[in-house]
């Protein structure tokens, strides 16, 4: 994603997915959005998030024994749809 | 959960065709005249002689079969990469071809010295003829899987800033020349003997210098650098999850290339034609066909996981 200017949804998802799925990446998140939401991979919003990250959660859990990877690959994907959390002012 | 899997075709064809070369190394062994006699294995009758022969093979034959298996999974591989439209898809696939000649190359020779054992009953000119030829089939087939190797390697790792470190380049490139003296050395030597039978590639020594050694040293160059590339390569890819199963693409290349290197050396500086001996040399070849089944065996696993990727 460096060097896009205003990154979409799309754009963050596949660079947070490309820390675990290199070069794949893309290919990955392209197929389970079709598959799973039916919609134009490049047209995805945030509110959609909430419903791929976990089939995502699922399925990567399939190709990667190591759980605390899986979690922490979801983890990145919650932060782009839950809101921000508000920092205490002292 | 799986989504549009490619069919299971490459694979399959392979493994018929590791099944099919077993099938008729294991007639050979039964069914051709065995003209070595028992000589070499003492107290055993010519069928005693076919079965001991049959039992050491069985290792030899899953190796095959593991071999085959693993060149139609990195080409179900390719056919994923290609479906995916990715500019890598030509070079995964002409690494499968290299690694299914190389597969390939492992019952060919082993029935060319079922053959040799044959023709060592008749004629001198027609065995020594078959040795000659044995022995450039033998070099050839793994010659063109090297090639094709090195040069899917370099497509590959080409399109990534490697940056190879000074320090592991200098340590191929002695290892390199470690094992070509010490090849050519113990090669050459036996054209030096005083014994006129010692020649036992019956060749001349410039046609075996220019069309056996060189080409030897040349497919363990490029197969080194191969390796060394593909393990660099997979070392500096991208993708926490992607990366280990690449590298495990990447170790069973290197284990593969490597134990080639140490067959051919060991089976050109000390030949032995279709005979069946227990002895170290017998084992020590053994073993390294069982570390090469091995290689075979993890590029299967890492394919398998990267396919596993592309299904879901």
């Known amino acids: 994603m460096p060097g896009v200017k205003n990154p979409t949804t799309y754009d963050r998802l596949v660079a ?24 134009d991979p490049k047209t995805i919003t945030k509110e959609d998030l909430r419903s791929l990250s976990d089939w995502i959660k699922v399925i990567v859990g399939l190709i990667c024994d190591d759980q605390d990877i899986v979690e922490e690959y979801t983890n990145e994907i919650r932060k782009l749809y839950l809101p921000k959390p508000k920092r205490n002012k002292i | 959960m799986l989504m549009g899997r490619i069919s299971r075709g490459p694979t399959f064809k392979a493994l018929t065709i590791g099944v099919l070369l077993s099938l008729v190394y294991v007639a050979l062994i039964f069914f051709l005249p065995d003209h070595s006699n028992s000589a070499h294995l003492d107290n055993l009758s010519s069928s005693q002689y076919k079965q001991a022969l049959f039992l050491v093979s069985l290792p030899a034959i899953l190796v095959w079969l593991i071999a085959f298996y693993a060149a139609g999974r990195i080409r179900i591989y390719a056919h994923y990469l290609e479906r995916g439209k990715t500019t890598v898809f030509p070079l995964v696939s002409l690494l499968a071809k290299g690694i299914f000649l190389l597969a390939l190359s492992l019952p060919i ?51 990534k800033k490697l940056d190879l470190k000074l320090t592991s380049a200098k340590l191929l490139v002695a290892l390199y020349l470690v094992i070509g003296i010490l090849y050519s050395y113990e090669t050459l030597r036996h054209f030096t003997s005083n014994n006129a039978g010692s020649n036992v590639y019956y060749l001349p020594t410039a046609v075996f210098i ?61 030949p032995a034609y279709g005979h069946l001996e227990f002895n170290s040399r017998e084992i020590m070849s053994a073993l390294i066909k069982l570390i090469s089944g091995l290689g075979f065996y993890l590029m299967a696993r890492g394919a398998n996981k990267l396919i596993r990727i592309e299904e879901v």
């Open chain 1, 16 to 39: 947070i997915t490309h820390v675990y799925l290199g070069p794949a990446a893309d290919r990955f998140i392209n197929r389970q959005i079709e598959n799973h939401l039916h919609k």
């Open chain 2, 210 to 270: 220019l069309t056996i050694l060189l080409p030897y040293l040349y497919a363990w160059y490029i197969g080194l650098a191969s390796a060394y590339d593909m393990l660099f390569y997979a070392k500096k890819t991208p993708g926490i999850i992607f990366k280990r199963s690449l590298y495990v693409i990447a170790s069973g290349l290197a284990v593969v290339i490597i134990s080639f290197i140490a067959m051919q050396y060991f089976s050109t500086i000390d």
């Open chain 2, 109 to 159: 020779a082993a029935i060319l010295n079922r053959f040799l054992n044959f023709f060592e009953g008749y004629s001198t000119d027609v065995y020594h003829a078959s040795i000659i030829t044995t022995n450039y089939v033998n070099l050839i087939l793994p010659l063109f899987g090297f090639v094709l190797i090195y040069y899917s390697v370099r497509g590959i790792t080409s399109k």
